[in-house]
């Protein structure tokens, strides 16, 4: 059963009690899912499959999602494909605990969404571009080249590498 406060947070208790080996996946499907206070998925899913080990509870899982970005260059809106995986150990003691520091709590529910943030944000391209082809705006008078051509030609020197242009005439 999903809290849908709390769609994240799973109850593993039972998974650290069966032997090693033992696995078992939760699945997840969200028409539209807010993730923090500024990551919005739309037609989010994915499962995360926990297998018992003998330090701990092993994580793994596989997401896809899209996200609404705005284009570097012609800043418009678009969505933008998001498909990210994660695996994490959640120890049982603190000697076995890995390089995340994640320990599995004493009521054993383990809320994975700062997880699930974390390596959706990884996927989001620093100069997001709506498609390769995008011509941006016209940096003289902002119209957007995609839509109509204003006319507007950079002059010969307008380009920081203009300086270099005379080194290949030579």
Not at 89 to 114: M, N, R
């Amino acid at each position: 059963m999903i809290n849908f406060r709390r769609p994240f947070r799973l109850n593993v208790g039972f998974i650290a009690h069966e032997d090693v080996g033992y696995t078992h996946d939760f699945t997840f499907e969200f028409p539209t899912i807010r993730i923090g206070d500024d990551l919005e998925l739309a037609g989010f899913n994915g499962i995360v499959n926990v297998g018992r080990t003998p330090q701990g509870l092993l994580f793994t899982g596989n997401f896809r999602s899209g996200t609404v970005l705005e284009c570097v260059r012609c800043l418009r809106p678009f969505e933008q494909e998001l498909r990210w995986t994660l695996s994490e150990l959640y120890a049982f003691t603190s000697k076995s605990v890995s390089d995340s520091e994640l320990i599995l709590p004493e009521d054993a529910q383990v809320d994975i969404e700062p997880l699930i943030r974390e390596h959706a944000l990884l996927e989001i391209p620093i100069n997001p571009i709506c498609r390769i082809d995008c011509l941006g705006l016209c940096p003289i008078c902002g119209e957007d080249l995609n839509v109509r051509d204003c006319g507007h030609r950079p002059g010969r020197g307008a380009s920081p590498f203009a300086a270099l242009r005379d080194f290949l005439s030579e």
